[in-house]
């Protein structure tokens, strides 16, 4: 029974340790490797069919087969066909090196690996994930809490330490004077009324955001009623312009009625 289970267990296991395992090293897959999945992924078909040549065909023919299909599909002459001849180049890179051969026959007989999946996908560094915006905003808040809060509490110890800096000088002078120091619950609510409250976490982003979106409901009104102060305000403004006209109309009419009475006076 239990080599039964040995031999069972090793069935289980044999494909997981037959998979294609990354390169050893805290990169998960080596640069090289990941321009060969990405090769694969794009083509249709294998490398060979695009090459239209045997999977038993030697460097030497790869590389005949090669020139061939460049002198076709070079961009100088196909200026269209330059995907194309790219993909051709990058499969021949593949395919006339051994080693790079070799990893792609592997692909063939085994298929791609996972190599899409989280902290898997690496060109040059390992990167982990891509953060989504919702994520990202979400972080980018809780970082910005944490920062403003650490930015409160290092204001409030700024001002105590410059408190106290100016505190010694006097305390000195006191002492030479032979005077008594004030009580310490007096220095306290002075230091109080200086430095200020001590900062909360009621202080932070998240609780503004909260009161601003409690105010948000008496949002519209406070619009409507700046909109009503606006318009009466252009009315005002509105009728005293028309008061000066009026006023200036009439300067100007009792100023031509003076003009008139003394052409009349002095016929």
Request: glycine letters at 2%.
């Amino acid at each position: 029974l239990t080599t039964m289970l040995h031999w069972l267990l090793l069935y289980v296991c044999l494909p997981a340790i037959l998979a294609w395992d990354p390169a050893d090293g805290d990169v998960p897959w080596q640069p090289e490797e990941i321009a060969l999945f990405e090769l694969v992924d794009e083509i249709n078909g294998t490398f060979y069919e695009l090459m239209d040549i045997s999977p038993n065909a030697t460097t030497k023919e790869v590389k005949n087969k090669y020139k061939e299909l460049a002198m076709v599909l070079h961009p100088d002459k196909n200026p269209d066909k330059e995907d194309e001849f790219k993909q051709l180049a990058a499969v021949y890179n593949v395919l006339k090196d051994k080693r790079t051969r070799a990893m792609y026959e592997r692909i063939l007989e085994e298929g791609l690996p996972d190599w899409r999946m989280p902290a898997m996908y690496d060109r040059k560094v390992q990167i982990v994930r891509h953060i989504g915006l919702l994520e990202g905003i979400f972080t980018l808040f809780v970082l910005a809490t944490f920062i403003q809060y650490a930015m409160h509490w290092a204001a409030y110890f700024e001002r105590k330490m410059n408190k106290q800096a100016e505190k010694k000088p006097k305390a000195k002078k006191i002492k030479k004077a032979g005077q008594k120091e004030p009580e310490a619950e007096k220095d306290e609510d002075d230091d109080e009324s200086i430095l200020g409250p001590k900062p909360t976490v009621y202080e932070t982003l998240p609780f503004q955001v909260y009161e601003l979106c409690k105010q948000a409901t008496g949002l519209p009104a406070y619009l409507q009623e700046m909109y009503k102060e606006y318009r009466q305000r252009r009315e005002e403004e509105r009728k005293e312009q028309e008061e000066l006209e009026a006023e200036r109309k009439q300067f100007e009419e009792k100023q031509l009625e003076k003009k008139q009475r003394k052409a009349s006076n002095a016929t």
